[in-house]
């Protein structure tokens, strides 16, 4: 499933990489809309 905005907001707080940890939440958001009903039309 996708990565929670807490990466986000943790990476904004500890001084990290506030533009790669939204990168990759929005990566995440969008391989999950893509596998998730994949993952529906197995398990069903």
């Given at each position: ?41 197995v398990l069903l």
């Amino acid at each position: 499933m996708a990565a929670g905005t807490t990466a986000s907001l943790l990476a904004a707080q500890y001084h990290g990489d506030e533009i790669f940890a939204t990168k990759y939440i929005a990566l995440t958001t969008l391989l999950s809309v893509a596998t998730t009903p994949l993952w529906c039309a197995v398990l069903l």
